[in-house]
């Protein structure tokens, strides 16, 4: 059953916009220091919220140039050669699935329109009806409490829901989980909680806004919602899934219109124009800059702002989180575990090692031997911190207590990848914790200086952490910049000096 609410009750609008003067437009074809420009736009970071931003401006007859630290296009779609010797296929160390991919008559992820254009092969990938449950003792059947925590979580976006409605302040979903009466002790029931919740966000319901929790729930998957609906399409594409952006991008893009290898080291601004230097020590120059790096690396200085971000978009920057989406790959001599795609592990302590997933599927790799859990949040942090074979061997002992009467075979491939300690990255995707207030969202995605526009999925209110989310932000933010360039009244995104508490406190 679902409840049908009016979208225009609750959706804020998420574009503020302002309007400078037109002379501020024009200043910037007749650049005062009169030096010779790389590009009209540089955009930073070539992910897939760059190449869209990248195909916006082309289509809109604007100059750019996409400036790339890595050696290829695709950003956090990143795929890699995993398995032992003639036993190797291509798996995704970063995004793997289109989430959400279209219902009849609703509207269309634009990811599985380019999916779909480009022919790259996926499985729907089934995460309710396919899974096996565990935990420290063995195999155990607790799909009842699985079910439960099914329906919590829906319980809970229609509390956001009815909250929103009312204008009531934002609460952290786990304040949400405790009004709905889902108070959870034990191990199993935690492992289901995890599954609805932090397996999506990354982040724990603690950590994690109620409201936009929902909001990211209900615009991804539910076609009464504005959702584009309720599937899971898993990129098998032994190409690697970062096909349908760098396809996409051939399309359209010249070779002088990208930078490959090329990091950013620091970014100087004016309101006239900008310079931005690389590693190299070369310098590019050009009226504007948009940057699309994720929020760890803005939250981590990789990269020098000259002048210093203002103080309201460093609070934005610092108030959203990063967080990090652990896969840790395991390859066998053969298939021993479960038959269904899925199987969740209950353990003591919440979320260690809960998530697994078979790729040694008839649907997916059959005979491949390849099995993989995930961990996320702090845990993810935790275990970047340790060996490789560390790590692998805590992943054995989970492994030995899920199956207990099996003799475990050594694995014969080990793999999983450092997103946090990543200098590109610093984390996997955003995560919106309730301390970050609508006046942040509007701040986080506010141009600065007319000259330096953001983008990416951390500015998506509705599709954060999403690759749907870094779609429609490069393209929104592209369209802004380009109307902004042409002079037909440059319209920038407003920030906020000040956020402030509704009310301030009385002491
Ligand atoms: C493990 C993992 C699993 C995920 N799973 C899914 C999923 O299944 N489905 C889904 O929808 N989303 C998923 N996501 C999220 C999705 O991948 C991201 O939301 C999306 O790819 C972000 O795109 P972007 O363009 O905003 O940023 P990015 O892809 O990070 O692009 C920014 C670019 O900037 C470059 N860069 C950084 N620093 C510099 C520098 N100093 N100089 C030059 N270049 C620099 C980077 O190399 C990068 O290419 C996952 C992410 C991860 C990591
Ligand atoms: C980028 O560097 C890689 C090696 O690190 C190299 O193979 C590739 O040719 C380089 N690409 C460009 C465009 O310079
Ligand atoms: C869980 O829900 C599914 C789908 O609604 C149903 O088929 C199944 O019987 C339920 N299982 C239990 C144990 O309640
Ligand atoms: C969800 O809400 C419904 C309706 O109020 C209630 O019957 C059900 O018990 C709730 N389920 C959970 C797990 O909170
Ligand atoms: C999410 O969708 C549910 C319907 O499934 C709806 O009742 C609720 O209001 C929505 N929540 C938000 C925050 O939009
Ligand atoms: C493991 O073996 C014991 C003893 O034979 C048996 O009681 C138990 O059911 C078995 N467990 C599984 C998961 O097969």
């Known amino acids: 059953m679902r409840l049908h609410h009016r979208l225009s009750t609750f959706v804020s609008c998420g574009l503020l916009l302002a309007t400078t003067s037109r002379t501020a437009a024009r200043t910037l074809t007749e650049r005062s220091d009169g030096a010779k420009k790389d590009a009209t736009v540089l955009i930073l970071g070539g992910g897939v919220s760059g190449v869209i931003a990248a195909r916006t401006f082309h289509e809109q007859g604007i100059d750019f140039k996409i400036v790339e630290a890595q050696s290829q296009l695709g950003g956090r779609v990143s795929s890699f050669t995993f398995g032992a010797p003639g036993k190797e296929f291509t798996l995704e160390n970063g995004a793997n699935w289109v989430q959400g991919t279209v219902t009849e008559g609703g509207p269309e992820n634009p ?295 099996i003799t475990i075979p050594e694995p014969i491939a080990f793999h999983f990848p450092r997103w946090h300690r990543n200098p590109l990255f610093r984390g996997s995707y955003s995560n919106w914790p309730p301390s970050f207030t609508s006046d942040h969202h509007t701040n986080l995605r506010a141009t600065v200086n007319n000259r330096l526009w953001f983008a990416g999925e951390a500015t998506s209110q509705k599709y954060f952490g999403f690759l749907h989310g870094a779609f429609f932000e490069g393209r929104d933010v592209a369209n802004a910049m380009s109307k902004c360039i042409k002079g037909k009244g440059c319209v920038t995104f407003s920030h906020v000096e000040d956020v402030t508490n509704a009310k301030p406190y009385t002491i």
């Open 111 to 405: 990811i599985w329109g380019l999916v779909q254009k480009h022919g790259v092969k996926t499985q729907d990938n089934d995460w309710t009806g396919s899974i096996t449950t565990y935990d420290a003792t063995g195999p155990v059947d607790y799909l009842d409490l699985f079910n439960d925590s099914i329906d919590a979580f829906t319980n809970i976006t229609i509390l956001a829901g009815e909250r929103v409605a009312k204008r009531q302040v934002d609460l952290s979903s786990r304040t949400g989980y405790q009004l709905i009466g889902s108070k959870l002790k034990t191990a199993q029931a935690m492992a289901c909680e995890y599954y609805q919740l932090d397996w999506e966000s990354a982040g724990t319901p603690e950590e994690s806004s109620l409201i936009t929790t929902s909001w990211a729930a209900n615009f991804t998957y539910d076609p009464d919602f504005g959702g584009f609906g309720d599937s899971n399409a898993m990129s098998i594409d032994q190409r690697g899934f970062h096909t349908f952006i760098q396809l996409e991008a051939n399309e359209f893009l010249q070779p002088s219109q990208v930078l490959l290898n090329s990091t950013v080291t620091k970014i100087e601004y004016s309101t006239t124009g900008a310079h931005v230097t690389l590693s190299n020590g070369k310098t590019l120059t050009s009226d504007y800059v948009l940057s699309t790096f994720s929020l760890g690396v803005l939250q981590n200085d990789d990269v020098e702002f000259n002048p210093p971000l203002p103080s309201w978009k460093q609070e934005a920057i610092q108030t959203m989180t990063m967080e990090t989406y652990t896969k840790i790959f395991l390859q066998f001599p053969n298939n021993f575990w479960f038959d269904t795609e899925m199987g969740l592990y209950a353990d003591p302590e919440r979320g260690r090692y809960p998530v697994w997933q078979s790729l040694d599927h008839p649907d997916f790799f059959p005979g491949s031997g390849i099995f993989f859990v995930t961990v996320t949040g702090d845990y993810s942090v935790r275990v970047e911190a340790l060996s490789d074979s560390e790590i692998q061997s805590e992943v054995m002992g989970v492994i030995q207590a899920m199956f207990p009467n």
